[in-house]
């Protein structure tokens, strides 16, 4: 049984994210995808609706569960049993982050593995924070989104007007 466990903010999932996902669990037995619970002021969705948003939108992957996690993603790994650590990497602007912390995690555990995903070509350029402006700024998102997460993040979008 090999278990990874895919951490990030999700504020929104992407279908660059879901697309992670989906290779992810053709590659292990087992996928947690963790939503780090880190307090931040330009959050738009809460937890709760970034793990439902998640859970709507992998109904059709039968091996992926969705939790949520605060604290050392390395300690949360562990405590898991979790085998590796998936990433997702786009153009050369998350190498560098991605290969420090991948670092620092080998220091902190020489069990758990990190594991990148190349993103899709389609995808490379997509990122949650990309969703958000285009959301806010009252574009149309839909086409950059799973289909269910798009009245979760309008619902959001309501809440703040
Ligand atoms: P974090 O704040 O932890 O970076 P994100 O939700 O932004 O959280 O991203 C989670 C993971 O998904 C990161 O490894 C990120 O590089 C990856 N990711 C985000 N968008 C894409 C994409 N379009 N293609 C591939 N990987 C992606």
Avoid: C
């Avoid at 009252?138 to 809440?159: E, M, Q, Y």
């Amino acid at each position: 049984m090999k278990l990874a466990v895919y951490p990030g903010s999700f504020d929104p999932p992407t279908l660059g994210h879901l697309d992670v996902i989906e290779r992810a669990s053709r590659l292990f037995d087992e996928i947690i995808v963790a939503v780090g619970r880190n307090v931040s002021k330009v959050a738009l969705l809460e937890t709760e609706e970034r793990m439902d948003a998640i859970r709507e939108s992998t109904r059709h992957l039968g091996n992926v569960r969705i939790d949520s996690f605060a604290g050392l993603l390395i300690d949360y790994a562990k405590q898991m049993k979790a085998d590796a650590v998936v990433r997702g990497l786009r153009a050369t602007s998350d190498f560098d982050y991605e290969f420090q912390m991948a670092m620092v995690n080998r220091r902190l555990d020489t069990d758990i593995e990190s594991v990148f995903l190349m993103t899709r070509w389609d995808y490379s350029y997509l990122s949650s924070s990309i969703v958000r402006e285009v959301a806010t700024l009252g574009g149309d998102f839909a086409n950059l989104v799973p289909t269910p997460v798009v009245p979760i993040v309008r619902k959001a979008l309501d809440r703040r007007r």
